[in-house]
T-cell receptor, first 113, second 114 residues
C-alpha cells in the first residue's frame, strides 16, 4: 500500500524567511496530493492541493511542487508570519478516491518573531 | 451549514468499556472516514465508507467497528477499550469525485482510556 514520508518533523524559521516541507510517496498510482494545516487543538484544514497532471501550484504565499518521476512533492511558504506556526501534513490519495488519504507524520513549523 | 460534527469532544473510558463516537455531515458527501492522531504518527486511517451500506478497513482497524446506514452518519464503535486506543479521533467527509477532492474534518474527539 501507499506510504508517505515527511521531513522535517520540526522546523523553526525567522519571521519573513521561507519554509520548505518535503514529502515522498511510494505508490506511483497516487494522483492527488493535498496539504493540511492544523493549529493547536483544532481540526486539519486544507491549505493547498495539487493533482498529478500539474507540476506546480501557487496561492499567494503558499506553493506546492510535484515531481512525479521522483515521487516527491513539497510545500513552500514564503514571507512566513507568526500565524503560519502550526503542524502541516502532506497526504497522497489513490485514483479510486479521497476516502483513503495516507498522511505523512507531520511537520511542526515555528515562526519566530 | 454545520459541516462535519463529532460528539463527544472529550471522553474518558475505563479499560474494557465500549462506546460509540458519533460523526454526522450535512454536505451530502459520499465518502466518510475515521482517522486517529497520535503524537509523531500523523493521521492514520481506521475505517472508511464510500456510501451508505459500504464500509472497509483502513491502516489500523483492529478494535474498531463502523457502519453506515445513512449518507449523513458514520459512527465508530470501540468494542473493548484499551489504553492503546487513547488518541484524538477525527472523522472526515469528502465529495466522491475522481481526481481528488478536499476532505472536511470534524473537530475531533479526545479519548483517554485508563
Amino acid at each position: 500500500g501507499e506510504n508517505v514520508e515527511q521531513h522535517p518533523s520540526t522546523l523553526s524559521v525567522q519571521e519573513g524567511d521561507s519554509a520548505v516541507i518535503k514529502c515522498t510517496y511510494s505508490d506511483s498510482a497516487s494522483n492527488y496530493f493535498p496539504w493540511y494545516k492544523q493549529e493547536l487543538g483544532k481540526r486539519p484544514q486544507l491549505i493547498i492541493d495539487i493533482r498529478s497532471n500539474v507540476g506546480e501550484k501557487k496561492d499567494q504565499r503558499i506553493a506546492v511542487t510535484l515531481n512525479k518521476t521522483a515521487k516527491h512533492f513539497s510545500l513552500h511558504i514564503t514571507e512566513t508570519q507568526p500565524e503560519d506556526s502550526a503542524v502541516y501534513f502532506c497526504a497522497a490519495s489513490p485514483p479510486s478516491g479521497t476516502y483513503k488519504y495516507i498522511f505523512g507524520t507531520g511537520t511542526r513549523l515555528k515562526v519566530l518573531a | 451549514n454545520a459541516g462535519v460534527t463529532q460528539t463527544p469532544e472529550f471522553q474518558v473510558l475505563k479499560t474494557g468499556q465500549s462506546m460509540t463516537l458519533q460523526c454526522a455531515q450535512d454536505m451530502n458527501h459520499e465518502y466518510m472516514s475515521w482517522y486517529r492522531q497520535d503524537p509523531g504518527m500523523g493521521l492514520r486511517l481506521i475505517h472508511y465508507s464510500v456510501g451508505a451500506g459500504i464500509t472497509d478497513q483502513g491502516e489500523v482497524p483492529n478494535g474498531y467497528n463502523v457502519s453506515r446506514s445513512t449518507t449523513e452518519d458514520f459512527p465508530l464503535r470501540l468494542l473493548s477499550a484499551a489504553p492503546s486506543q487513547t488518541s484524538v479521533y477525527f472523522c472526515a467527509s469528502s465529495y466522491g469525485a475522481t481526481g481528488g477532492t478536499e476532505a472536511f474534518f470534524g473537530q475531533g474527539t479526545r479519548l483517554t482510556v485508563v
